[in-house]
């Protein structure tokens, strides 16, 4: 399966702190794209990278993408208590396939 | 606004009862999938379609029927034949291709009894 592993589970850290997650998948891909999800609601598209890029930036956000490794983070830097929700890599060949998540708490 | 509308948003069925969950997006988009989550778990694909009158089984579509007669609507039923019903649905839509995000919907809660 080329299904993403997310790595930590769980992250808790408090408010300023900069958040890193992991994601790691098995087969070749065409883009990696990072979601978040509030608790019981919809995910939300954050960025996307495509395999011949290797960082992007979207304000807060920095993503990279080593594909020699077959794996990418999403680091959050500043971290707000409202950036606290789930964090979902998904990798694209023919379909989007997601990861299980980190779950990011900010503590105030 | 533009956007993707799940409905309802929770729901209680007894055991051998099939339901139908709703799928509206207005963004012009082609392709809509439907996604089940389950606690503490990532996305599960169920079906997706590319354009109207047209699907593709996804992942876990035992259990499940779609249909898409219009671009805007992709309804899915939960059918008695699928054996944990329990669970979180997301509906998404794409513009298409091999390389576009999602855009989801607030997801619908179904809970057997």
């Known amino acids: 399966s080329q299904q993403g592993e997310e790595d930590p589970q769980a992250l808790s850290i408090q408010e300023g702190e900069n958040a890193t997650m992991n994601c790691s998948y098995k087969t070749s891909i065409n883009n990696l794209q990072w979601y978040r999800q509030n608790s019981g609601r919809g995910l939300v598209h954050l960025i996307l990278i495509r395999s011949n890029e290797r960082e992007k930036h979207s304000g807060r956000l920095r993503v990279t993408l080593d594909t020699s490794k077959k794996s990418s983070s999403l680091l959050i830097t500043a971290s707000r208590a409202a950036d606290t929700a789930s964090y979902f890599c998904?990798?694209?060949?023919?379909?989007?396939?997601f990861g299980q998540g980190t779950r990011l708490t900010i503590n105030p | 606004d533009g956007g993707i509308t799940q409905s309802p948003k929770y729901l209680f069925r007894k055991e051998g009862q099939n339901v139908t969950l709703s799928c509206e997006q207005n963004?012009?988009?082609?392709?809509m999938y439907w996604y089940r989550q389950d606690p503490g778990q990532g996305l599960r694909l169920i079906y997706y379609s590319q354009i109207v009158n047209d699907f593709q089984k996804g992942d876990i579509a035992e259990g499940y029927s779609v249909s898409r007669e219009k671009k805007e609507s992709f309804p899915l039923t939960v059918t008695s034949a699928q054996k944990n019903p329990t669970a979180f649905y997301l509906c998404a839509s794409s513009i298409g291709g091999d390389t576009g995000e999602l855009f989801f919907g607030e997801g619908s809660r179904l809970t057997v009894l």
């Open positions: 963004l012009n988009h082609d392709a």
């Open positions: 998904a990798t694209r060949a023919q379909k989007l396939v």
